[in-house]
């Protein structure tokens, strides 16, 4: 990564690099987003945080916007359902010294988007304009958007919100090419993700369906966009990020990633929450191995720490004497 020349522009903050681990409630957190930093994703948007939780200064969400230097630039998402909570809650967080801060208009979970919130954002072109103007007149850091098409299929408004963002002041837009409605089904529009990219000057990132080195490079070559972000590809597949083929890693860096990144997950939560959290990633480490079911099944009901990485070295042994 150093001496990366920037492939694009936040502004006035670099970004090196063209392939962005997306942000991930419940996924991305600091000990992930440091490794997949580290193996070559662009930079390091944090899971999405509320608005109200930061007023509230609650533990639980401020800990959600912990980084380390090394994932610089870091990108603090926030959602929330009108200008006046946003603001507030991004004036409080700028002292944390964010790169940048971006606003989530793609959650589609009901309790997010039918408040307002999220996705519900996209139904209010005007007051995403009042939000964009007044955050970006009120912070020192430039301010960017991760959106979906629209809220249903009826109802694609990308063009008019990446318009909308673009004049209220938004220093990039990340979309993800599918609507409210779609939630995770069908796939993902990259023709549409083109034509934001057409429709505005600042930076555009795709977000959906790019899961191997290759796709990186067809979503970028389909679309234009500047960077591609890969969310649930990357569950287990750090590696992506230095382009490198899943069935290529071995197991033995496969048990010294999952060492790793438990390693890490202890450290930023504790012994109880950092084994629950990791064990959320530990059964996708295991991809395309001799009896991976059973392994996985055994991850996924593992009760501590210890047992997750005694099954993983058990079967490591295994592996290399029948190798
Ligand atoms: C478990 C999960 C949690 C997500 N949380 C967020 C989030 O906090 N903020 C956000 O902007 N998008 C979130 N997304 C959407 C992703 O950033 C991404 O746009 C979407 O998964 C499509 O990309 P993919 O096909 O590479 O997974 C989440 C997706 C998943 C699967």
Not at 64 to 72: G, I, S, V, Y
Request: charged fraction near 25%; include cysteine.
């Amino acid at each position: 990564m150093v001496n990366m020349a920037p492939s694009f522009y936040v502004r006035d903050i670099p970004v090196c690099g063209d392939a962005i681990l997306a942000p991930m409630s419940g996924y991305s957190d600091l000990p992930f987003r440091s490794i997949c930093r580290e193996l070559g994703s662009a930079m390091s948007y944090t899971e999405f945080v509320p608005a109200p939780g930061i007023i509230h200064g609650a533990e639980a969400v401020m800990r959600r916007l912990m980084f380390t230097p090394a994932e610089r630039p870091v990108v603090f998402q926030i959602f929330g359902a009108d200008e006046i909570t946003l603001a507030e809650a991004a004036r409080r967080i700028e002292p944390l010294q964010p790169d940048i801060i971006d606003v989530n208009m793609g959650c589609y979970a009901d309790d997010v988007a039918l408040h307002g919130a999220g996705a519900g954002l996209l139904r209010e072109p005007a007051k995403i304009a009042r939000i964009f103007t007044r955050l970006t007149q009120t912070l020192r850091v430039p301010v960017t958007g991760k959106i979906r098409l629209g809220w249903e299929a009826a109802a694609r408004n990308y063009l008019e919100v990446a318009r909308v963002l673009e004049e209220s002041g938004a220093s990039l837009i990340a979309v993800h090419g599918r609507t409210k409605a779609q939630g995770y089904r069908g796939e993902a529009d990259w023709e549409a993700i083109g034509e934001v990219k057409a429709a505005v000057r600042i930076p555009v990132v795709g977000s959906g369906d790019v899961r191997s080195p290759a796709d990186i490079e067809r979503m970028k070559n389909h679309t234009g966009v500047d960077a591609v972000m890969i969310g649930r590809a990357a569950i287990g597949n750090p590696w992506i990020f230095a382009r490198r083929e899943r069935r290529d890693v071995s197991f033995g860096e496969v048990a010294a990633m999952m060492r790793q990144h438990l390693s890490l997950a202890l450290e930023f939560y504790g012994a109880e929450r950092g084994f629950i959290l990791f064990r959320r990633h530990a059964h996708k480490y295991i991809f395309a191995v001799p009896m991976a079911d059973a392994l996985r099944n055994a991850l996924a009901n593992a009760r501590t720490a210890e047992e997750v990485m005694e099954m993983v070295e058990e079967y490591q042994a295994k592996l290399e004497v029948t190798a």
